[in-house]
């Protein structure tokens, strides 16, 4: 199963990585994408803008086109992902 983690920090990367071995997922298909931009952002807006959700949703779609699944690792940006799912069942529905 491949895993993209959206992260906003580089660090985290080490964290999820040591998380991942030492729960014995081996096999598991383990990536890292990092928009410390995103958190940038939102840190200095003084929260989460829509102009920010949104960027951050794109990040998540297209980062599902190659992934079982994306978690997004950053609670800053966390409520955009309803939205991200959202669009995503919406987009598998035309697809049909």
């Known amino acids: 199963m491949r895993i993209v983690c959206l992260h906003t920090a580089d660090s985290n990367i080490a964290v999820f990585d040591a998380a991942a071995r030492a729960a014995g997922w081996q096999s598991l298909d383990l990536h890292h994408a990092v928009r410390a931009d995103l958190l940038a952002a939102a840190e200095q807006a003084g929260g989460l803008t829509d102009a920010i959700a ?14 079982h699944s994306v978690l997004l690792t950053c609670s800053t940006l966390g409520p955009a992902v309803d939205d991200a799912l959202a669009a995503a069942v919406q987009a598998a529905a035309l697809a049909i």
């Open 54 to 67: 949104a960027q951050t949703r794109a990040a998540l779609l297209a980062l599902r086109l190659d992934a």
